[in-house]
C-alpha cells in the first residue's frame, strides 16, 4: 500500500519542543517534494515547510521560520520537521504531502500525489 505516515505528535507545553515524522510506505520518498501542513479547528489547511527532493531547498511560513527546521533522511525515506519553541498557536493536526513540484510552485492541494493522515500537535499549559 502506497502511504504516507506521521508521527511524533502530541501535547507540550508553550515553549516545548516536538519532532515529527513523516514516513513512506510503499513507494520512495526521493524523488519527492515534502511539505508540511498543518490545519486548526475551523481554519484553512495552511503551508508550513518544505523540503526540496534532495534536501537543498526549504522554506518556511513566516511565523514559524526561527523555531521549526525541516529535513530529510532518503535513506530512511522519511521527512522530519523539528519544532521548537513552540506556541498555543501551533496548536493543529499537522499532515504531510508529497508532490511532484518545486518548492516554490506551492500546489494546490488537489495536486500533490500522497498525504498521510495527520498527528495531532496540542501546546497548551
Known amino acids: 500500500q502506497l502511504q504516507l505516515v506521521e508521527s511524533g505528535g502530541g501535547l507540550v507545553q508553550p515553549g516545548g519542543s516536538l519532532r515529527l515524522s513523516c514516513a513512506a510506505s510503499?513507494?520512495?520518498?526521493?524523488?519527492?517534494?515534502i511539505y508540511w501542513f498543518r490545519q486548526a479547528p475551523g481554519k484553512e489547511r495552511e503551508g508550513v515547510s518544505c523540503?526540496?527532493?534532495?534536501?537543498?531547498?526549504?522554506n518556511y511560513l513566516d511565523s514559524v521560520k526561527g523555531r521549526f527546521t525541516i529535513s530529510r533522511d532518503n535513506a530512511k525515506n522519511t521527512v522530519y520537521l523539528q519544532m521548537n519553541s513552540l506556541k498555543p498557536e501551533d496548536t493543529a493536526v499537522y499532515y504531510c504531502?508529497?508532490?511532484?513540484?518545486?518548492?516554490?510552485?506551492?500546489?494546490?492541494?488537489?495536486?500533490?500525489?500522497?498525504w498521510g493522515q495527520g498527528t495531532q500537535v496540542t501546546v497548551s499549559s
Open positions: 504531502a508529497a508532490t511532484g513540484f518545486v518548492c516554490t510552485v506551492k500546489p494546490a492541494l488537489d495536486r500533490y500525489n500522497f
Open positions: 510503499g513507494f520512495t520518498l526521493d524523488s519527492y517534494t
Open positions: 523540503i526540496s527532493s534532495r534536501g537543498s531547498s526549504t
